[in-house]
């Protein structure tokens, strides 16, 4: 018994520790009971892990909408100071253009 006054108290399960009583009873060939009594659990609590699996996968693919992404936003100030680096590395890469194109020249000129 696990508690004072002798009455037995049921293990809770994390979600992983449910997902791996899951898959091992989905497994070809699995006993059932032998997984039941393992873990310490009822063919009902199997059920409702098989409910909340089954609930968990439909709520996922509900949110997969095809051809729908979710927008990121971004903060007005963040956007600004990211326009504002854009133009100067822009105007960085414009010099750089020239000063290549001119060094090109007077190589081929020699």
């Known amino acids: 018994m696990n508690s004072k006054n002798g009455i037995k108290r049921r293990k809770r399960f994390s ?8 898959k091992e009873c989905e497994q070809d060939e699995a006993k059932i009971g032998e997984i039941l009594r393992k873990h310490g659990i009822y063919s009902s609590d199997l ?26 936003t971004v903060d007005i100030d963040v956007y600004n100071l990211l326009q504002q680096e854009l133009l100067t590395k822009e105007k960085a890469l414009a010099e750089l253009s020239v000063l290549f194109t001119s060094l090109k020249k007077k190589v081929n000129l020699e």
Do not use: T
Not at 62 to 70: C, E, F, N, S, T
């Open 15 to 22: 979600a992983e520790e449910k997902w791996s009583i899951y």
């Open 47 to 72: 059920q409702n892990i098989r409910q909340a699996v089954q609930e968990g996968a439909l709520d996922r693919l509900r949110a997969q909408v095809p051809g729908r992404k979710k927008v990121q």
